[in-house]
Structures are given as structure tokens and as C-alpha cells.
């Protein structure tokens, strides 16, 4: 076997000459903002349902990802967590990718205090995607300089009267 010496993107840019600085994403982040939002799913809210929890800029770096649930949620309801462009009157807060961050939870057993940052394995739930603003991490050309909403939406039915959900974006910039 082989011994490696592996540097992140952090190293190798300060070990550059000339050295390259780093991006928030990466190192040196001066403001971490938490967008948490607490929503409450009701009785015979079926699959497609939305919950918006708050909003992230599409310059933002996502730090850390928690989802919060309690066992009252229900057996089968489940949940992506993604995009939406903002709800405002002149638009109407049209789907940007619904399970961008994490897709079809388990909110009964699987989202009870869970970290679902890299949970979808796709879109910003890549963990190679890790280093990267959002607009990078949906595949844009350049920032757009726009804010999304964080949005829970469901892919089955709610089969309780009602369940709280929590939801914590960690997000640098």
C-alpha cells in the first residue's frame, strides 16, 4: 500500500504561487446566517403541498442542512426539500428544483433532528458541491443575484391530523 498527502482546494490555493484566495465557500466566511422555519403539516394535506421555510440567496454558500420532525407526523408522509423562486405578486413562485436539498424524507422515522445537507445526492445535495454558491450548485453560468425560498414539499399524503416540522439552513456569505 501507499501513503498519500491529499490537500483540500484550501491548501492547495494557499500553497499556490502566487496564492489564490479563496472563495466564502471554501475559507473564510464572515457571516454564517441560520433561515430556520417552523411549519405545520394538517390533516388531508396531500402529495404536493408546499411549506416555504424561509429564503436563501443564490450567492450563498449552504453550510449545514437540519431537518426536525416529531414522531406525531405520522407512518408515510414524506417530504423533498428544494427551490422555489420567491412568492411575491409579480411572480408566482414557480418550483426551481423541489428536491434540490434533500428528496422524498422520511418525516415520520427519517427526519427526526437529522442532517439532510448531502441527503439527495443530487443538484446542491452533492457533496462535491460542497464548496460552491448556490447558483454554481443549480448549474447557472453566472449569479443571478436573486433569492429563492426554501421550500418543504411533499411526496405522499399527510396520514395524521397534524405534524410539525422544523427546518435550519446554515448558510455562509
Known sequence: ???EAIKSTAV????ATPRVINNIGV???NIVRAVNGLVTLTAAKSTGSTYRIGKIRSSDYVDR??????????TTVTADLGLYDLLTHSNGGTVVDADFFASAVDLHT???DSDVTFESGAAGGLITNGEKAVWDCLGLSSDPGKEYDVTL????????TAGTALVRVYVAR
Not at 492547495?12 to 500553497?15: F, K, R, V
Not at 442542512?65 to 405520522?74: E, H, K, N, P, V
Not at 414539499?153 to 395524521?160: H, N, Q, S
Open 110 to 112: 427519517g427526519a427526526i
Open 27 to 29: 475559507e473564510g466566511g
Open 1 to 3: 500500500m501507499a501513503t
Open 65 to 74: 442542512i437540519r431537518l426536525t420532525t416529531l414522531a406525531d407526523i405520522g
Open 153 to 160: 414539499t411533499l411526496t405522499a399524503d399527510m396520514d395524521a
Open 12 to 15: 492547495t490555493n494557499s500553497n
